[in-house]
């Protein structure tokens, strides 16, 4: 990151109940910035994560600007939704480039690390893809959790290999 990248940004962010757990729902400019599920100890973790990727922004926590977040995203999630949403994102091109690989996974499907690598004409770059996979800010909209190993083993999952089974149930299942 360089200094800078988060001066002025407002950032407002608020704790929900989803279907999956509690999540970290944060916003920027009408934007998504941020879903990161608790670890279910409380959301302190998730919290200074947001303060570390975003370092020179402004915080605001408060449930009611980010409640209207919680109907979109399980709206997005749905492959027949219209509704446009922005996400606001910062990391490396290289990770950028994977996030937007990411959203091209359709809903109800799974890739692996290895095609997606190729799908980004990046074929040697399996392990660097599945770093920038794990460290993806915005769960379910950017949808990580549609990516396992070769060997089709469900692989990590940045917040519970149990909630990426759930997800992944609750997908195949709409």
Known sequence: KQTGQSRGLNIVYGIHPTRFGEALIASSGG???????TSGR?????????????PEATFTETNKATY???HHLFQLYKETTTIPLSLVLMGTEFQIQVWRGLLQIPFGEV?????????????KSTRAVASAIAKNPIS?????HRVFRKDK????YR???????AMLAWE???
């Open 31 to 37: 934007g998504i910035c941020a879903v990161f599920f």
């Open 68 to 70: 209207h977040f919680l």
């Open 140 to 144: 379910l909209l950017i949808p990580c």
């Open 153 to 156: 083993s469900y692989g990590g």
């Open 172 to 174: 195949f299942g709409q």
């Open 42 to 54: 409380g959301s302190a973790e998730e919290i200074l994560e947001l303060h570390q990727r975003w």
């Open 111 to 123: 890739t692996t690390y290895e095609n997606l690598a190729r799908y980004l004409e990046r074929p």
């Open 159 to 165: 917040w519970g290999i149990e909630r990426k089974i």
